[in-house]
């Protein structure tokens, strides 16, 4: 069989984590539409009876404000390392003044000899003969080895897609078990569940300082799941927000995380949530592995 290794990269909101989990038929990275939702490398894995594809979904290419940024950064530099092929994702909806920031994005990447293919995403969203002036633009910044536009939030031409990458892939082992779809952990998952859940129902300035933790994670004998888990902010103000009046915040973060919970468990969820506060935690090291960003 052919196989290998396949990161995604891209500046932020492109739909990297979209695509990702559309080609693995399954959702192993979380989707909002803030920027840096993804903070880690996630592997999504596709098999095929002929083919084996280790898709590796990285954070968007941002300039760092603090260590959590940082470490986002050097995410993305391992994750382009020993790989076979580079996807790099770029909304169709591009403004005049983004094709610059999309030129410096695409800079780094001209030290790698890893073929590149240029995805242009989201082209549900606009009429057909917009798009081919976007791929022009784009294919005179960066010598792509395949272009393909698609819409991954609504499949569209994404097969075509695995298809362009099976032409750069060698015959090699088969990395995974078959039915392996992910390496993350199960609390890592569920973990980021309930943050996507927050990032979607929070206002704009509190998500990047939101980070979850799972404090405790058992299967009772009746084969329900306990969970109680930890939201961070960083500021007591934030704390009153996400909480709501009420509590109804906190409440509505979690019914909407346990439903896909109890979807990626297969079984009923009690799911805890408390709010803490942790000042600055984007900048302390030691909070941050504690918490899974080792």
Known sequence: MKSGFVAITGRP??????????????????????????RTKIVGVHTTEDSQIVFIDTPGIHKPHNKLGERMEKYIYTATQEIDVLLYVVDCNLHENEYAKEQAALEGLKKSDVPVILVVNKVDTV??????????????????????????????????????IEKYLEEGPQFFPGDLITDQPERQIVAEYIREKALRLLNQEIPHGVAV????????????????????????????????????????????????????????VYLELWVKVKEDWRNKEAFMNNIGFE
Request: a positive charge.
């Open 213 to 268: 933790e799972i404090e405790k994670m058992r299967k009772k004998e009746s084969g329900t799941y306990e969970i109680l888990a930890a939201i961070y902010c960083e500021r007591q103000s934030h704390k009153a927000i996400i909480i709501g009046k009420k509590g109804e915040k906190l409440k509505d973060i979690g019914s909407r995380a346990r439903q896909d919970i109890e979807r990626f468990l297969g079984a009923k």
């Open 13 to 38: 909101n492109a739909g990297k984590s979209t695509l990702m989990n559309r080609i693995i038929g399954e959702k192993v990275a979380i989707v909002s539409n803030k920027p840096q939702t993804t």
């Open 127 to 164: 009429e057909k003969v917009k798009v081919l002036p976007v791929i022009d633009r784009l294919s005179g910044l960066y010598n792509f080895a395949g272009i393909v536009p698609l819409s991954a939030r609504m499949g569209d031409n994404v097969d075509a897609l695995v298809d362009e």
